[in-house]
């Protein structure tokens, strides 16, 4: 993950969306163990350590590897996704509104 940080940082990147994986039943993935969600905010951290001036997002995989944690992920990050995904639905918007 820092090497990744360190790269967006020196491409200067304006915006930085963070996705956890979401395996997904019937891909190559599938059956991969969720991620610990302290562990995700850990990575938050480093990114917005890095990137103390960027905008953060945090993307898809949010709702399966943060949980009940979601909310703390804004202390890091200035935003995040809401809604249905590229591939896969998201919590309902009035979940997602609740968070903040």
Request: negative net charge; proline residues 4%; contains cysteine.
């Amino acid at each position: 993950m820092y090497d990744i940080a360190v790269e967006l940082h020196n491409l200067d990147a304006d915006s930085i969306p963070v996705n956890f994986l979401n395996a997904i039943k019937g891909t190559p993935l599938e059956g991969m163990n969720e991620l610990n969600p302290r562990y995700c905010l850990k990575v938050l951290a480093l990114f917005r350590f890095i990137n103390p001036s960027k905008e953060i997002r945090i993307s898809g995989g949010r709702e399966v590897n943060l949980r009940t944690l979601q909310v703390m992920g804004l202390y890091a990050a200035n935003s995040i996704f809401v809604g249905d995904y590229l591939t896969i639905k998201g919590q309902e918007f009035s979940s997602d509104h609740q968070i903040c």
